[in-house]
């Protein structure tokens, strides 16, 4: 196995999800099934292999820095679940 | 008069600059059809009829002065509901976005606006883009119009079944690994994925940022020219953006294909690709030879490995790009949690379907520490492989014709429960998206069954005008699709 259950909870912390006990049981199944087959990239020696993390070869994309129209606050936070003053509420914290 | 909904779109720019229809008129057509027919496919999830008509009045009024008329006024078109627009619900096909109501619009829906263009409503499509059957959709699957039992493809396979069920006079999709492709394809319609950083990805919910690319789906490939003249672009707001000068796609609708090299990738043409698909693609191969077209074949050595590198790079991105869905901003908050660590989890988990779940893990996994170095660097090093494969064979040709996918729609539930044999339905498609080229899908004929099939044409950056020329050939060769799914 690729992946154990545990690793399985550990990373569903990492993302933010959870998971109930039989969820976590075919997740980690597929999961593993899925790390098995992207494994094949090993049979490729890629020791001297640039990395691309960007299709073009774009560098610097520069613009002016002017002052452009932005979306009033009361538009941004039309959508938030909760707002109070031109803020988004949060559950508290501290 | 002829019957509005089978025309292409240049077809009713025609009548419509003669004045011998209104916009009003099509667009009432077309609500019509959607009533009609939309209940058996699924092809929308939003229908804005008010919207629509109000557009399709402007428009009127445009075309009544001859004043800033382009081939897109008064079209109605559909739009993949991951596309934001401006005061209408855009879901992504997700729960947690059931509410959500943009307040601006994407760039390519300012240009729509801009050319008076009509927009009927918003497409099913798998949550998030993430699928290759739109079943992944939150609220409801989508049926293939040639037979309502199987898929439409996905992840836009409202945009592909709406053009193809003739609900839309145009659509548009987004592509990652091939979500505009391989709909085109199983729906048999035309459909492009321009080059990454051809047209502006502002206002399109982000997947896999390095591989996501808005194009037009659509009935024929002049028709599809049209729209990606008005979609592409430089664009401020996205600095992935390319500017360059951008040619008339209409220029490149010229018959015969004299100084093409058409170039076969021998490893497109393997065992499980379905017989009659291949018989279609190469019977289509020898049909673009007798237009002129020398034929060579070439080969793209790492294709083998182009499936498991997307499935890591792809939700690495996706990952981090779906941590924006929190329940502070936007979308979804449960009504129920102890603290804002469990606000976050139960909003996640219940917002999320299974397969965006999946993606989420995998991509969290592998960018997890200790991790990176044996899945993302090296995923993006066989990037790399499979970028210099394409290089190299566009020194031996201008173009690469291929299947869009290894067979024909398959059934609704086939794949459901297998995340793997789903991905593997991709591996024509998503080679593209990695090198950042562009490619389209073309209709090239029907199984025994009767299941359209689609060739699929690869290009360099930038080349789409040689995709285009080469298609519309094809479509010379062949002829357009002249039986409709359903009547």
């Known amino acids: 196995m690729k992946i154990t259950t545990s690793e399985i909870e550990y990373v569903a912390h990492l993302a933010r999800l959870s998971f109930d006990p039989s969820e976590i049981e075919s997740f980690t199944r597929q999961l593993n099934d899925i790390l098995v087959y992207v494994s094949k990239l090993e049979e490729l020696d890629t020791s001297r292999v640039k990395p691309t993390t960007h299709a073009l070869q774009l560098t610097n994309a520069l613009r002016k820095d002017e002052v452009r129209p932005s979306l009033p606050v009361e538009k941004i936070l039309s959508n938030a679940p909760e707002r109070e003053e031109g803020r988004f509420v949060v559950p508290k914290i501290i | ?487």
């Not at chain 2, 627009?85 to 109501?101: H, M, P, Q």
């Open chain 2, 1 to 487: 008069m002829p019957i509005l909904i089978d025309l292409s779109i240049h077809e009713l720019h025609d009548i419509l600059s003669r004045r011998d229809v209104s916009a009003v008129e099509i667009t009432k057509a077309y609500l019509n059809r959607i009533d009609e027919v939309d209940p058996k496919i699924r092809a929308y999830l939003t229908v804005t009829a008010d919207k629509a008509l109000a557009q399709a009045e402007d428009a009127d009024r445009r075309l009544k002065k001859a004043d800033a008329v382009t081939p897109l006024t008064g079209i109605p078109m559909g739009i993949k509901d991951v596309i934001c627009t401006k005061g209408v619900r855009t879901t992504c096909g997700s729960k947690i976005l059931e509410n959500f109501v943009p307040p601006y619009n994407a760039t390519i829906m300012e240009k729509l606006e801009a050319h008076g263009a009509i927009m009927l409503g918003k497409l099913n499509m798998d949550e998030f883009a993430m699928g290759s059957s739109t079943e992944n959709s939150a609220y409801h699957p989508t049926h293939n119009p040639w037979d309502i039992e199987r898929t439409p493809g996905g992840s836009s396979g409202g945009s592909a079944a709406s053009v193809a069920s003739r609900t839309c006079a145009g659509s548009l999709g987004s592509d990652t690994g091939g979500s505009i492709r391989q709909p085109a394809s199983y729906c048999g319609v035309v459909g492009l994925k321009p080059t990454y950083g051809r047209v502006s990805r502002f206002g399109l919910v982000a997947f896999a940022s390095s591989l996501d690319q808005i194009g037009p789906i659509s009935r024929d490939v002049t028709d599809c020219a049209l729209l990606l003249n008005a979609i592409s672009g430089h664009d401020y707001r996205d600095s992935t953006s390319v500017s360059r000068n951008m040619p008339d796609y209409t220029d490149s609708l010229t018959p015969g294909l004299k100084n093409y090299t058409l170039g076969i990738p021998k490893e497109y043409f393997i065992s499980g690709l379905d017989p009659d698909v291949e018989k279609s693609v190469k019977h289509a191969i020898s049909a673009l030879e007798s237009h002129g077209a020398e034929v060579v074949e070439v080969s793209l050595p790492h294709t083998e490995y182009a499936v498991a590198t997307y499935y890591i790079i792809a939700p690495a991105e996706a990952s981090s790009n779906l941590f924006r869905y929190d329940g502070v901003k936007y979308g979804l908050r449960v009504s129920d949690y102890k603290n804002l660590m469990d606000m976050y989890i139960k909003t996640r988990s219940q917002g999320f379907g299974p397969e965006v779940k999946r993606r989420i893990m995998i991509g969290t996994y592998s960018l997890s520490a200790g991790y990176y170095s044996a899945y993302y660097k090296k995923a993006s090093q066989v990037r790399t492989l499979i970028t210099r494969d394409f290089k190299k064979a566009f020194e031996k040709c201008d173009v690469l014709a291929a299947p869009v996918a290894p067979t024909a729609a398959f059934r609704l539930g086939e794949k459901i429960d297998n995340p793997l044999q789903m991905y593997l339905s991709d591996i024509f498609t998503i080679p593209v998206n990695l090198a950042g080229i562009p490619g389209i899908s073309v209709p090239c004929g029907l199984t025994s069954k009767g299941l359209p099939i689609g060739l699929q044409l690869m290009a360099g950056h930038f080349e789409e005008a040689k995709l285009l020329t080469v298609a519309y050939n094809m479509e010379l060769a062949l002829g357009r699709c002249e039986k409709w799914p359903i009547p």
